[in-house]
T-cell receptor, first 115, second 108 residues
C-alpha cells in the first residue's frame, strides 16, 4: 500500500543489545516524526525531521537514542544498550507539510520488548 | 503536558451518536483543535481538525464552542469498529502531544 511502513513489527532484544527500527514514510512527505508509546499510555514525541534535517530531538529520552533520515525519505531509530524501560511501541508518522501542523499519517508501529 | 482534558472512558450503544467531550480552556487564538483515534494495535488515525468554525467530514463532526474553551467530537452512527482511544489535541506550531485520550466502548 501507499501508507507509512515500519519494520520490524516486533523485536525482542536482550538488555544491552543495540536495535534499529526502520520507517518508510509516504513518498514525497516532507515531515517525519517518531513517537514512543508505553503500554496503556498515549504516544510521546521523540523527534522530528524536515526532509533530512533533524529539527527537534527534544523528546529523545537519553543519548542511547539516535535517529537519522540521511536522504530525506527512510528514517532509522537506533537504540543502543537497550534497557527494560525501552520496551514500548515505536511509532513513525509522516506529513506533507513542513512543521508540526497538518494531518499526520502513522505507521502501525514497531513493538520492542527488552528482556 | 497535554493542554486538553478528556474523560478516561465512555460507552455508546451501537447505532447511536457518540459525543466525545474535550476541555481546552488555555487554548491560544491561533491553535487548532485536532482529533485522532487509535484502534487497538494500530497507529493513530487522523479524524478531523478545526480552528473556530464547526467542521464535518465523512468520519465525524467537530463542534467548537464560541469561546473555544471546549469542543465535542460527534460520531453520528457509532459502529463496533469505532471502538478506540480518541485523542483531542490543541496545536499550532509545536510538537503534537497526545495525552491519555478517551477510551470509547461501543456496546452491541
Amino acid at each position: 500500500g501507499a501508507g507509512v511502513s515500519q519494520s520490524p513489527r516486533y523485536k525482542v532484544a536482550k538488555r544491552g543489545q543495540d536495535v534499529a527500527l526502520r520507517c518508510d514514510p509516504i513518498s514525497g512527505h516532507v515531515s517525519l516524526f517518531w513517537y514512543q508509546q508505553a503500554l496503556g499510555q498515549g504516544p510521546e514525541f521523540l523527534t522530528y525531521f524536515q526532509n533530512e534535517a533533524q529539527l527537534d530531538k527534544s523528546g529523545l529520552p537519553s543519548d542511547r537514542f539516535f535517529a537519522e533520515r540521511p536522504e530525506g525519505s527512510v528514517s532509522t531509530l537506533k537504540i543502543q544498550r537497550t534497557q527494560q524501560e525501552d520496551s514500548a511501541v515505536y511509532l513513525c508518522a509522516s506529513s506533507t507539510l513542513a512543521g508540526y501542523t497538518g494531518e499526520l499519517f502513522f505507521g502501525e508501529g514497531s513493538r520492542l520488548t527488552v528482556l | 503536558d497535554a493542554k486538553t482534558t478528556q474523560p478516561p472512558s465512555m460507552d455508546c450503544a451501537e447505532g447511536r451518536a457518540a459525543n466525545l467531550p474535550c476541555n481546552h480552556s488555555t487554548i491560544s487564538g491561533n491553535e487548532y483543535v485536532y482529533w485522532y483515534r487509535q484502534i487497538h494495535s494500530q497507529g493513530p488515525q487522523y479524524i478531523i481538525h478545526g480552528l473556530k468554525n464547526n467542521e464535518t467530514n465523512e468520519m465525524a463532526s467537530l463542534i467548537i464552542t464560541e469561546d473555544r474553551k471546549s469542543s465535542t467530537l460527534i460520531l453520528p452512527h457509532a459502529t463496533l469498529r469505532d471502538t478506540a482511544v480518541y485523542y483531542c489535541i490543541v496545536n499550532r506550531d509545536d510538537k503534537i502531544i497526545f495525552g491519555k485520550g478517551t477510551r470509547l466502548h461501543i456496546l452491541p
